[in-house]
């Protein structure tokens, strides 16, 4: 059973538009959230994270909002740049040393 | 960039025959992990490490081990690779285990033939 689930494969937008990318989990233990971006040859980078206890995170054009009572968050791009271009995986962890658990990504590009 | 290090960063080999790969780290962190990553499955876990000897397995352990004999590097061993087991291989570190993001390192790129 897949815990985190990215239903969108990829996202394409144009330069200067937001970009919103959506996440699902299904395990209302979870009470950790992580988004990461990764280009191609690189490991994956830390971009945001939330807690349970918030409903909203942001560190400058990166905005991550969370409904607990959907099991859903999403990440906010605004405004997308063509350095954005990556692939975004959400991720969820729950309190007591458990490893995080990866959805299996979307791809943005973002067109100039 | 976190101070972490993987070893070979590419690598060959034949069905069948041992690999080990690598991670070092530099940054004292406690918890270490090894994630691969395949097309349609994103980032999966395979075996982690909460300290030295300390480890446990992952969603895909099946079919690799894993050493930690010292806080910095962390080992992960294919006893018999296949081709199932083609993939990049990411190590990754974090200071708390929990709440904390992971750092990641590079990868290592294993094709097995």
């Known amino acids: 059973d897949q815990q985190v689930k990215q239903n969108s494969p990829s996202l394409s937008v144009q330069e200067g538009r937001i970009s919103i990318l959506n996440c699902d989990y299904t395990n209302s233990m979870f009470d950790y959230f992580l988004w990461y971006k990764k280009y191609p040859a690189e490991g994956p980078t830390f971009l945001i994270s939330i807690s349970s206890i918030k409903d909203k995170n942001e560190d400058g054009r990166f905005t991550v909002f969370l409904n607990k009572s959907a099991k859903h968050l999403s990440l906010h791009i605004v405004p997308s740049q063509p350095g954005d271009s990556a692939v975004y995986f959400c991720?969820?962890?729950?309190?007591?040393?458990?490893?995080?658990?990866f959805g299996k990504g979307t791809r943005l590009s973002v067109i100039a | 960039d976190a101070g972490i290090t993987q070893s070979p960063r590419h690598k060959v080999t034949e069905t069948g025959t041992p690999v080990t790969l690598r991670c070092h780290q530099t940054?004292?962190?406690?918890?270490m992990y090894w994630y691969r990553q395949d097309p349609g499955h994103g980032l999966r876990l395979i075996h982690y490490?909460?300290?030295?000897?300390?480890?446990d397995k992952g969603e895909v352990s099946d079919g690799y081990s894993v050493s930690r004999s010292k806080t910095e590097d962390f080992l992960l061993t294919l006893e018999s690779a296949t081709s199932s087991q083609t993939s990049v291989y990411f190590c990754a570190i974090s200071e708390q285990g929990t709440a904390s993001p992971l750092h990641f390192g590079n990868g290592t790129r294993l094709t097995v033939t």
């Open positions: 991720a969820a962890d729950r309190s007591g040393n458990t490893p995080l658990v």
């Open positions: 940054e004292n962190h406690r918890y």
């Open positions: 490490s909460y300290g030295v000897k300390d480890t």
